[in-house]
Structure formats: structure tokens, C-alpha cells
């Protein structure tokens, strides 16, 4: 199959801890991303990688850190968890910019930090 | 910066036309796309738009798009039970390198039997 996959689908920890989301995808894409979704259910960009490369960082403590060892992974990995970092995380992967495809989706990480 | 909008919830009958209705700030966006998101899953992509076209028909899906007032919606028509879902409307910009997606705060789509 064809996809985006992301690994744990979910994810229970203490405060504190330190813990890291792996993300593949086999379509070829360049660029590969994380989104965050509330509890709210908004969804915000939080890191872009375009062949290894980072080319988009918001406002995102520094305890988050990607990384990407080839255009076909991309890892995030979250040290000193905080109860705000409970969420769903999303990986996504695009083809190269000026192509209509949109964005296709993992099927979510759930992270509960307690 | 980028902001987009949509209403939180939408009711409707099944059997019903349903629309759901999204504004957007970039005017250089190139391409509008709609989301799908069913309980506890990933987000699915329904349709997308072009920036230089003001429709787009896709079997029960119609997008309109108002570049003008920077509006978009999504016509569902013949609405169905299993179109409960959250919806997403997202506008596509350039960033350096790269782009990115900018996401609405979704619609609850509710389809009432």
C-alpha cells in the first residue's frame, strides 16, 4: 500500500518523559511535515522538511526536534513532556511545490501525557 | 498573516443538500482544498481547487470559489449519514523553499436519519 505511516497510534507517558513518533511514507514525495491537532481540533504546522532539509519551523519549543535521515522519513522526537503536549499528531507528505496534489495524511498519533 | 475561517457546526437532513462555507486571507494562494475527517482518523482529501477557477464539480461535490471576497464553499449534495465528519477547508502558500497547508478550525458536519 501506497501511504503515509506513522507509528505508535498511541502514545500514554508520564510528565517528563522523553518520547519520539516515527513517520514513512512511500509516495515519492519531497517534502514531508508535521501538524499538531488540539483538542479543539485545530490543526497548525509545526515543522517541514523538503529533502532533509528543514525549510519550515513555527513557533515550537525546543524540546520538539525532527529529524529526517532521507526524504522518505521523518522522526519527531519530544523531550521533558508536558501535559499541554497532549494531542493528535499528524505526518503529511507533498509532492514538490507547483504540483495540485494535495497533502496526503497519516492516520494520527495520539499522545496523552499524564 | 494567513487566517481561515469556518463555522463550527452544520445540521442538516440526510437527503439534504449540505454547504459548508470558508473565508481565507492569503490572495496568493494557489490551491484551496477540502478535507474529511471521520472520529479517530486521519484527514482524508475530498476535493481542491485551483485559484484561477470558480467552480468545480466532482459527483456529489461542489466547490465554489469567490477569489474576489475570498470565499469558499463545499456543496454536498444528497447528503448521507456516513458524510458525518469534521470538514476542513485549507488554503496552500508558498514558504521559502517549500509550501505549506493552513488549516480552518473545521465544520462539524451533523446528518440527522
Known amino acids: 500500500d501506497t501511504a503515509v505511516s506513522q507509528t505508535p497510534k498511541y502514545l500514554v507517558t508520564q510528565m517528563g518523559n522523553d518520547k519520539s513518533i516515527k513517520c514513512e511514507q512511500n509516495?515519492?514525495?519531497?517534502?514531508m511535515y508535521w501538524y499538531k491537532q488540539d483538542s479543539k481540533k485545530f490543526l497548525k504546522i509545526m515543522f517541514s522538511?523538503?529533502?532533509?532539509?528543514?525549510?519550515i519551523n513555527e513557533t515550537v519549543p525546543n524540546r520538539f526536534s525532527p529529524k529526517s535521515p532521507d526524504k522518505a522519513h521523518l522522526n519527531l522526537h519530544i523531550n521533558s513532556l508536558e501535559l499541554g503536549d497532549s494531542a493528535v499528531y499528524f505526518c503529511?507528505?507533498?509532492?514538490?511545490?507547483?504540483?495540485?496534489?494535495?497533502?496526503?495524511f497519516g492516520s494520527g498519533t495520539r499522545l496523552t501525557v499524564v | 498573516g494567513e487566517d481561515v475561517e469556518q463555522s463550527l457546526f452544520l445540521s442538516v437532513r440526510e437527503g439534504d443538500s449540505s454547504v459548508i462555507n470558508c473565508t481565507y486571507t492569503d490572495s496568493s494562494s494557489t490551491y484551496l482544498y477540502w478535507y474529511k475527517q471521520e472520529p479517530g482518523a486521519g484527514l482524508q482529501l475530498l476535493t481542491y481547487i485551483f485559484s484561477n477557477m470558480d467552480m468545480k464539480q466532482d459527483q456529489r461535490l461542489t466547490v465554489l470559489l469567490n477569489k474576489k471576497d475570498k470565499h469558499l464553499s463545499l456543496r454536498i449534495a444528497d447528503t448521507q449519514t456516513g458524510d458525518s465528519a469534521i470538514y476542513f477547508c485549507?488554503?496552500?502558500?508558498?514558504?521559502?523553499?517549500?509550501?505549506?497547508?493552513?488549516f480552518g478550525g473545521g465544520t462539524r458536519l451533523m446528518v440527522k436519519p
Open positions: 503529511a507528505s507533498s509532492p514538490r511545490r507547483g504540483r495540485r496534489d494535495g497533502y496526503t
Open positions: 485549507a488554503e496552500r502558500t508558498a514558504v521559502g523553499a517549500g509550501n505549506m497547508l493552513t
Open positions: 509516495l515519492g514525495h519531497d517534502t
Open positions: 522538511y523538503n529533502n532533509k532539509e528543514l525549510i
